[in-house]
């Protein structure tokens, strides 16, 4: 095991908080990482963890390494490839978060595509609804939907949703259509992630250039977007989606667009890295495919 393997095992340790996550990120037995770690550290002459039976963390000395080392590793990556025969496939593995929705509907059947470009690449795909954390879970890239939160991420704008307001034609038989903001009073919605004990979700629209708002009753919460769609289609409440991830039910007349004047602003699409100036040639050719992707489902970025 030459030098940048061992530096590439320290950073994952690092990010992962622990020899058995870093492990199982790598793919890779936990004695591997720990005799890793064990000879860096003897060929530095210093101890980069402090070590306990749960958690690892970095020393002063470890953490004077790390940038160091994210450094060396990727310029030992663009050295590769900088010098890599024409034609000759990148290798690796690539740790990506994505929406559980696009995962399934947008990128899962657009994968095979990917992979027979880059035979040499692994991607090891998670689906979720939760904010994951790049760094700790060790993950090269995420989907992000919505306004960032602050954070050290580095974020590359990819379009944006265009959001609709809908309900089924049965929920609209008992509660009549709404025809403007103000006949939302006599209606429900499906709230969506919401972390309210009351249950009560804010209805958003733009009007004269400005965002309103309007605190609905919700007698169903759910945080994942499926959830989200199938609980409309049952008739239990008005949603605000993207427009493309309910065409197929506008269509069909399982849902029908309603209050189309007033609209919620669109939601910004952004893939988001740890860090920008250490990012590998394999999550670049990553990042551009998947704006590819999803570039039939975006409207242009807000600038």
């Known amino acids: 095991m030459d030098r940048i393997d061992q530096l590439r095992m320290f950073i994952r340790v690092a990010h992962s908080g622990g020899f058995t996550a870093a492990a199982g990120q790598l793919g890779v037995p936990r004695p591997t990482v720990s005799l890793a770690i064990q000879r ?22 470890g953490e004077a390494l790390l940038e160091r080392a994210a450094a060396l590793v990727a310029d030992s990556e663009e050295l590769e490839q900088l010098f890599r025969p024409r034609g000759r496939a990148l290798t690796g593995s690539l740790r990506v978060d994505l929406p559980s929705r696009l995962a399934r509907r947008q990128v899962a059947p657009a994968l095979p595509a990917f992979l027979a470009l880059h035979p040499g690449i692994d991607v090891n795909l998670g689906s979720s609804d939760r904010l994951v954390d790049l760094l700790h879970e060790g993950i090269d890239c995420a989907l992000r939907v919505g306004e960032l939160q602050a954070s050290s991420l580095v974020a590359r704008p990819l379009g944006v949703f265009r959001l609709i307001n809908c309900a089924s034609p049965a929920y609209l038989a008992r509660h009549g259509v709404p025809m403007q903001p103000g006949d939302l009073l ?22 004269d250039g400005q965002t309103q708002a309007l605190a609905m009753p919700a007698r169903v919460s759910v945080n994942n977007v499926e959830t989200y769609i199938a609980c409309c289609l049952a008739g239990l409440g008005l949603i605000q989606i993207p427009a493309f991830d309910v065409r197929e039910h ?54």
């Open 40 to 61: 860096l550290e003897a060929s530095l002459g210093v101890r980069l963890f402090d070590r306990t039976t749960r958690r690892v963390s970095l020393t002063r000395d």
């Open 186 to 207: 006599q209606h429900q919605v499906v709230c969506y992630a919401s972390q309210s004990g009351g249950r009560a979700s804010r209805w958003e629209w733009q009007e």
């Open 250 to 303: 506008l269509e069909a007349g399982e849902l029908v667009e309603v209050l189309p004047d007033w609209l919620a602003a669109p939601m910004p699409v952004q893939l988001v890295y740890p860090h920008q100036r250490y990012l590998s040639h394999r999550v670049r050719v990553f990042g551009d495919w998947l704006a590819e992707v999803l570039a039939p489902c975006l409207g242009a970025a807000r600038q």
